[in-house]
């Protein structure tokens, strides 16, 4: 299964685009790349997913490299409450979601 | 819909003590799962349904149990409690082979003293 890369924390100001990447450099054909965010001492929250095309729904765009080798999640005006850690999941599709691994992912702090 | 709900919100137990966290849904999900999460860790699947009376270990099953009678519910179960369950538990659900987004529900802190 691919592994992902993500920066360990950011900084955003607040009504700004926060850019998030993610390094997937072994994702396969067949595996999907997922975004989740947990608010402090919630649970975690699904955001968007996508396999090689660009996605976007009310939340936040996903953009993936025509090489799938990395991804950028883009929360297009971000407000304090964005303030989370987000999660990188790579998740191949002949599998269900007991194969999600949950990493570290990347501590946004959104900032007036 | 109240979505994915779990009792208690807290708890403390004593070692060697035993205790049931509830998790219900009320979104007619098949698929359940059973989380934990230690203090700045990723999340750790522990058990996981496919529906009721399926279930089947995730990739820290040591030391809790599951069953699922109904489509609601998902108990997990800790027998024994050691210090090293001491962790944040969330219960989550998932519509099936259609649905991409898992709920999760809103978490059980439990510490073993």
Not at chain 1, 54 to 76: F, G, H, Q, V
Not at chain 2, 66 to 88: G, H, I, K, M
Request: hydrophobic share 30%; with cysteine.
């Amino acid at each position: 299964d691919a592994k992902t890369t993500q920066p360990t924390s950011m900084d955003c100001a607040e009504g700004r685009a926060a850019n998030l990447p993610c390094n997937h450099s072994t994702i396969s054909g067949n595996e999907y790349v997922y975004w989740y965010r947990q608010i402090h001492s919630q649970g975690p929250q699904y955001i968007i997913h996508g396999l090689k095309n660009n996605e976007t729904n009310e939340m936040a765009s996903l953009i993936i490299t025509e090489d799938r080798k990395s991804s950028t999640l883009i929360l297009p005006h971000a407000t304090l409450r964005d303030t989370a850690v987000y999660y990188c999941i790579v998740r191949p599709a002949n599998t269900g979601f007991q194969k999600l691994v949950f990493g570290t992912g990347t501590r946004l702090l959104v900032s007036p | 819909n109240a979505g994915v709900t779990q009792t208690p919100k807290f708890r403390i137990l004593k070692i060697g003590q035993s205790m049931t966290l509830q998790c219900a849904q009320d979104m007619n999900h098949n698929y359940m799962y059973w989380y934990r999460q230690d203090p700045g860790m990723g999340l750790k699947l522990i058990y996981y349904s496919v529906g009721a009376g399926i279930t089947d270990k995730g990739e820290v099953p040591n030391g809790y149990n599951v069953s699922r009678s109904t489509t609601e519910d998902f108990p997990l179960r800790l027998e024994l409690a050691a210090p090293s369950q001491t962790s944040v538990y969330f219960c989550a659900s998932r519509p099936g082979l259609a649905g991409d987004e898992q709920f999760f529900g809103p978490g059980t802190r439990l510490t073993v003293l």
